[in-house]
């Protein structure tokens, strides 16, 4: 588990396909590697690593088909910078919150603006994630804990200030660019919870409209 609150920019050092898939080898910059030892999970623009090897200046993993996939990390190569975070322990200051480091899916920014000295960013998510997004609720975007200040189907706003800016990869961002994208786990919970005795039965769809209103939370 990770809350989100960026440790560090790293960059990737160096992509090694491997059997099918590939080994990535991250520098970590200033994120204090004194207290990882092998097996220890870091996340790297979102995405939970397992580290394999520990040279001294960062840690090389392994990068599985699966997510390939399902995150943006195919868009990285050598030289792109990362946001890195290590994970929690039991006494860690939950300053963001809960994050898994298991991608939901890839969004896209949509557009970047000036706003006093802050920067607002526009971001389009995949359709099948958009229920999950709420006004003042919780995202992390490229492993970074962030509140959504306006949704509008799929797209969501986000105003980031200059420390974040500063502190993360989010300066790099421009139209087109793809991001990782986790969705707050109590909104994900709460979607099983309202299922009830129905969350039993082999399904793939989920809630749905017709259901909610059969069960009151949808008034017609």
């Known amino acids: 588990m990770f809350t989100g609150i960026i440790a560090s920019i790293g960059s990737i050092a160096a992509i090694t396909p491997k059997g099918g898939d590939v080994r ?20 790297v623009n979102g995405v ?7 040279p001294g200046d960062g840690f090389w993993a392994d990068v599985s088909r699966e ?15 990362v946001n890195l975070e290590k994970a929690l322990t039991p006494t860690t200051r939950l300053g963001g919150h809960l994050v898994s480091g298991h ?24 359709r099948e994630l958009a ?4 006004h003042k609720g919780s995202i992390t975007v490229d492993g970074t804990s962030l509140t959504v200040n ?11 200030v200059p420390h ?9 961002y421009h139209a087109g660019r793809r991001v990782n994208l986790e969705v707050d786990l109590l909104a994900r919970y709460l979607e099983r ?21 059969e069960h009151g939370y949808l008034k017609h």
């Open 193 to 213: 919870l309202l299922l009830g005795d129905k969350a039993a039965e082999p399904s793939s769809s989920g809630l749905t409209e017709g259901f909610l209103a």
């Open 67 to 81: 997510t390939l996939a399902r995150t943006a990390f195919i868009d990285l190569k050598s030289g792109s910078r």
């Open 24 to 43: 990535v080898y991250v520098k970590t910059g200033k994120l204090d590697l004194g207290d990882v030892v092998l097996g220890d999970s870091i996340a």
């Open 164 to 172: 974040t800016l500063a502190e993360t990869i989010m300066a790099d």
């Open 48 to 54: 939970c690593l397992t580290a394999v090897e520990l």
């Open 131 to 134: 229920k999950y997004i709420a």
């Open 103 to 126: 991608v939901d899916g890839v969004g896209e920014i949509v557009s970047r603006e000036e706003n006093a000295r802050a920067i607002q960013f526009k971001v389009r998510a995949p």
């Open 150 to 160: 306006a949704v509008n189907g799929a797209e969501f706003e986000l105003t980031i």
